[in-house]
């Protein structure tokens, strides 16, 4: 056994074999096997007392250990025995043995041959003479010279409290992992003398689970490449099958990778060995970046999940994120290793995208802080609030001013972005996105103005779709879903949802339903319904005939990016969360009954007034399911109801299907579509064809 392996062996284990209490049990020392060490003396790098004491202090200042190498005085086996070092200052060493199974082991006289210290890539040998001995101390008088002497490809590190699962074939085996290198770990099983060790097939793959506290760090198929057993268990070598594992499904288009000069940093703590390890970043993308590091030094696996990395670039801003090394390539003294980011705090994962985007255009910006005049006038300027919708807010001016100065001066990411394309202060295209349900994220307030030969509309869609094809994939964003209104006529936003939508033909992946829009005067004196009509909190069994009906119409992405689940449907998650950054945003599901059945469901959306230009976040969503039996009056005061403790006068309302407006003509005055994309499967078919036919170059 190798000394570093020492360490681990002494610790009781809840699989060791039981004791009895007053029986304590001896736990062998481990078998030094190194003979061949003499041999390379002459090749060894010589170490002089002065840096030995150096050596021999930092391990004590760091309450590490050292190993002293003994003989046996009949058999000729060498062991090794762990002692702490004092302070030294001197050419005299006094170490204290930390091991139960030194004083035996001394009592019998095994004969003293040197120390040994290992850093888990070289042993430094001292071979100092012996001054005293005996059953808790050892001194020693140190030589001129001792001997480093390398003899590992790769640098191993000692493991603490790391446990691991090994199965194969529906036999498990649990374990601590004892030392971890770039290419390999070791894992002791302790239990009891067990037929089942002949179960485990070391030719074959073996799944391995590695894990801190509950805490998964490595989970995927191994070989095994040496194993040996004794008396108080067996100890397996392993290493991954494979060099590159694939964390996400492969795409045609993937995240820009950017160089920088000078290059960004990660620092982390290995969650192996517990020590604080920094490397250099080669290139970066906002889905993830390749790390170089020493060969012999190396601390990235494939498969192994880093739980926190901190991303430092020009020496001031840091980004923390959840990574996986998903490859590890060899080229002559350095290694590559990419790693993919799992999850990534918005706030880190804006401020990654917005480095990245500005290296290719300096006018990108990602909710940076704007000028309040720049925009509104930008706002009007490019058309995009025109004389209808400024007659519908011009009411609430003042408050739109105060929600949008909120948004745009206070970093809310968690619930709102937004993307500029700005020059000289000026800014020449917009996007934004918000929060508008649970799993589900609105694009809206697309505009843009000319500069110059700039496309500056598409140089913003470009940014947001990088953005969103970074954020998609992580738990933290909720985001399953990414929806947008437009109005039909709209062309160019026709062309590059809808003509998306058509293109796919598939519903599940991207659907595009059509809604009735009027503005509903809130009189606040709603009426009593007719005998057999009433209205109630959605239940499961409405949402349930909701989805029925919803399939067969449309059999699109609506119910499920709404997040409809019945009870009230409330989400308080989003109310919270929203309110938490000051801002106010409710979703609640009614039903409205004729004779105990659900025949329409009303979605009461509530936020600030200018959350969205359009109001469509703060009206009433209707999903008419038995058209039939819904005359508009009975309809229209059902909404009168949900409208008595709203305090706009003028609400937004949206009806599907829009057929209902045209057979009871309902006075609705545009038409809206609502699309919603899949991001997680279908979001990448998207960009594909947005590349396609349009001049949009993503890669």
Same mark, same amino acid.
């Given at each position: 056994?190798?000394?570093?392996?020492?360490?681990?062996?002494?610790?009781?284990?809840?699989?060791?074999?039981?004791?009895?209490?007053?029986?304590?049990?001896?736990?062998?020392?481990?078998?030094?096997?190194?003979?061949?060490?003499?041999?390379? +003396?002459?090749?060894? $790098?010589?170490?002089?007392?002065?840096?030995?004491?150096?050596?021999?202090?930092?391990?004590?200042?760091?309450?590490?250990?050292?190993?002293?190498?003994?003989?046996?005085?009949?058999? =000729?086996?060498?062991?090794?025995?762990?002692?702490?070092?004092?302070?030294?200052? %001197?050419?005299?060493?006094?170490?204290?043995?930390?091991?139960?199974?030194?004083?035996?082991?001394?009592?019998?006289?095994?004969?003293?041959?040197?120390?040994?210290?290992?850093?888990?890539?070289?042993?430094?040998?001292?071979?100092?003479?012996?001054?005293?001995?005996?059953?808790?101390?050892?001194?020693?008088?140190?030589?001129?010279?001792?001997?480093?002497? %390398?003899?590992?490809?790769?640098?191993?590190?000692?493991? =603490?409290?790391?446990?691991?699962?090994?199965?194969?074939?529906?036999?498990?085996?649990?374990?601590?992992?004892?030392?971890?290198?770039?290419?390999?770990?070791?894992?002791?099983?302790? *239990?009891?003398?067990?037929?089942?060790?002949?179960?485990?097939?070391?030719?074959?793959?073996?799944?391995?689970?590695?894990?801190?506290?509950?805490?998964?760090?490595?989970?995927?198929?191994?070989?095994?490449?040496?194993?040996?057993?004794?008396?108080?268990?067996?100890?397996?070598?392993?290493?991954?099958?494979? =060099?590159?594992?694939?964390?996400?499904?492969?795409?045609?288009?993937?995240?820009?990778?950017?160089?920088?000069?000078?290059?960004?940093?990660?620092?982390?703590? *290995?969650?192996?060995?517990?020590?604080?390890?920094? $490397?250099?970043?080669?290139?970066?993308?906002?889905?993830?970046?390749?790390?170089?590091?020493?060969?012999?030094?190396?601390?990235?696996?494939?498969?192994?999940?880093?739980?926190?990395?901190?991303?430092?670039?020009?020496?001031?801003?840091?980004?923390? %994120?959840?990574?996986?090394?998903?490859?590890?390539?060899?080229?002559?003294?350095?290694?590559?290793?990419?790693?993919?980011?799992?999850?990534?705090?918005?706030?880190?994962?804006?401020?990654?995208?917005?480095?990245?985007?500005?290296?290719?255009? %300096?006018?990108?910006?990602?909710?940076?802080?704007?000028?309040?005049?720049?925009?509104?006038?930008?706002?009007?300027?490019?058309?995009?609030?025109?004389?209808?919708?400024?007659?519908?807010?011009?009411?609430?001016?003042?408050?739109?001013?105060?929600?949008?100065?909120?948004?745009?001066?206070?970093?809310? !990411?968690?619930?709102?972005?937004?993307?500029?394309?700005?020059?000289?202060?000026?800014?020449?295209?917009?996007?934004?996105?918000?929060?508008?349900?649970?799993?589900?994220?609105?694009? *809206?307030?697309?505009?843009?103005?000319?500069?110059?030969?700039?496309?500056?509309?598409?140089?913003?869609?470009?940014?947001?779709?990088?953005?969103?094809?970074?954020?998609?994939?992580? !738990?933290?964003?909720?985001?399953?879903?990414?929806?947008?209104?437009? $109005?039909?006529?709209?062309?160019?936003?026709?062309?590059?949802?809808?003509?998306?939508?058509?293109?796919?033909?598939?519903?599940?992946?991207?659907?595009?339903?059509?809604?009735?829009?009027?503005?509903?005067?809130?009189?606040?004196?709603?009426?009593?319904?007719?005998?057999?009509?009433?209205? $109630?909190?959605?239940?499961?069994?409405?949402?349930?005939?909701?989805?029925?009906?919803?399939?067969?119409?449309?059999?699109?992405?609506?119910?499920?990016?709404?997040?409809?689940?019945?009870?009230?449907?409330?989400?308080?998650? +989003?109310?919270?969360?929203?309110?938490?950054?000051?801002?106010?945003?409710?979703?609640?599901?009614?039903?409205?009954?004729?004779?105990?059945?659900?025949?329409?469901?009303?979605?009461?959306?509530?936020?600030?007034?200018?959350?969205?230009?359009?109001?469509?976040?703060?009206?009433?969503?209707?999903?008419?399911?038995?058209?039939?039996?819904?005359?508009? =009056?009975?309809?229209?005061?059902?909404?009168?109801?949900?409208?008595?403790?709203?305090?706009?006068?003028?609400?937004?309302?949206?009806?599907? /299907?829009?057929?209902?407006?045209?057979?009871?003509?309902? /006075?609705?005055?545009?038409?809206?579509?609502?699309?919603?994309?899949?991001?997680?499967?279908?979001?990448?078919?998207?960009?594909?064809?947005?590349?396609?036919?349009?001049?949009?170059?993503?890669?």
């Amino acid at each position: 056994m190798d000394a570093i392996e020492f360490k681990k062996f002494l610790p009781r284990n809840n699989d060791d074999p039981p004791q009895s209490p007053h029986e304590e049990l001896f736990v062998p020392p481990w078998l030094f096997k190194h003979r061949d060490l003499s041999e390379k +003396l002459e090749s060894a $790098r010589k170490v002089d007392q002065k840096q030995l004491i150096n050596v021999l202090n930092f391990i004590h200042f760091t309450e590490g250990s050292l190993f002293v190498h003994f003989n046996h005085p009949h058999y =000729d086996e060498g062991i090794l025995i762990r002692a702490c070092p004092e302070p030294c200052d %001197c050419n005299e060493i006094t170490c204290r043995w930390t091991d139960k199974t030194a004083s035996p082991l001394i009592s019998n006289k095994y004969s003293y041959q040197q120390i040994i210290i290992s850093n888990g890539e070289s042993l430094l040998l001292v071979p100092g003479m012996i001054k005293y001995l005996d059953s808790f101390h050892l001194k020693v008088h140190l030589p001129e010279t001792s001997f480093d002497i %390398c003899q590992r490809k790769y640098k191993r590190y000692c493991c =603490d409290e790391i446990y691991a699962e090994i199965i194969q074939n529906g036999v498990m085996f649990q374990g601590t992992v004892i030392d971890f290198s770039a290419v390999a770990f070791r894992v002791r099983i302790f *239990h009891k003398p067990s037929p089942q060790y002949n179960w485990l097939n070391h030719e074959a793959p073996i799944n391995v689970h590695i894990k801190k506290s509950s805490q998964i760090l490595f989970s995927g198929a191994c070989k095994s490449i040496r194993n040996t057993q004794d008396s108080i268990g067996k100890t397996i070598v392993l290493a991954p099958v494979e =060099d590159h594992i694939s964390r996400f499904r492969k795409a045609k288009i993937r995240s820009p990778r950017r160089q920088f000069v000078p290059a960004p940093i990660i620092t982390f703590r *290995h969650p192996f060995f517990d020590k604080i390890v920094e $490397r250099e970043i080669g290139d970066i993308s906002n889905s993830g970046f390749s790390v170089i590091e020493p060969q012999k030094e190396g601390v990235l696996m494939p498969g192994m999940i880093l739980p926190e990395i901190t991303i430092k670039y020009a020496g001031a801003l840091e980004m923390k %994120c959840k990574a996986q090394v998903i490859y590890r390539r060899t080229n002559e003294q350095t290694v590559h290793c990419g790693l993919a980011i799992l999850d990534m705090n918005i706030t880190s994962f804006a401020n990654l995208t917005q480095i990245i985007n500005q290296e290719s255009d %300096c006018h990108n910006r990602i909710s940076s802080k704007v000028d309040m005049n720049a925009l509104w006038e930008f706002f009007f300027e490019s058309g995009f609030i025109y004389p209808e919708k400024y007659r519908f807010i011009q009411t609430y001016r003042e408050d739109f001013r105060k929600t949008y100065l909120k948004l745009y001066h206070e970093k809310n !990411p968690e619930i709102s972005q937004y993307f500029t394309y700005e020059k000289d202060g000026k800014i020449y295209g917009h996007i934004a996105m918000v929060k508008a349900y649970e799993r589900s994220w609105m694009i *809206h307030h697309f505009a843009a103005k000319p500069m110059e030969s700039k496309l500056t509309g598409f140089s913003v869609l470009k940014q947001i779709l990088h953005y969103l094809n970074g954020v998609h994939r992580f !738990p933290s964003a909720g985001m399953d879903y990414i929806m947008t209104y437009f $109005r039909k006529g709209n062309k160019i936003i026709d062309r590059i949802f809808g003509g998306f939508a058509r293109h796919l033909e598939d519903s599940q992946g991207c659907s595009l339903d059509l809604f009735s829009y009027l503005i509903f005067q809130n009189k606040r004196n709603s009426v009593d319904l007719p005998e057999n009509w009433r209205v $109630r909190e959605c239940t499961s069994y409405d949402i349930w005939k909701l989805e029925l009906f919803y399939r067969y119409q449309s059999c699109g992405l609506l119910i499920n990016a709404l997040g409809l689940r019945g009870e009230g449907s409330t989400d308080e998650t +989003l109310t919270f969360l929203y309110k938490n950054h000051g801002f106010i945003r409710q979703v609640k599901a009614y039903s409205l009954l004729f004779a105990n059945e659900p025949v329409a469901c009303l979605i009461v959306n509530k936020s600030d007034l200018g959350l969205n230009l359009s109001e469509l976040l703060n009206g009433i969503k209707i999903i008419v399911s038995d058209p039939d039996k819904v005359p508009w =009056d009975i309809l229209s005061s059902a909404i009168s109801q949900l409208l008595d403790n709203h305090e706009a006068d003028r609400i937004p309302v949206m009806i599907y /299907p829009p057929e209902y407006a045209e057979r009871y003509n309902v /006075p609705a005055e545009k038409h809206y579509y609502l699309w919603i994309l899949d991001i997680g499967n279908k979001g990448n078919q998207f960009l594909e064809y947005l590349e396609k036919n349009f001049r949009i170059r993503l890669k």
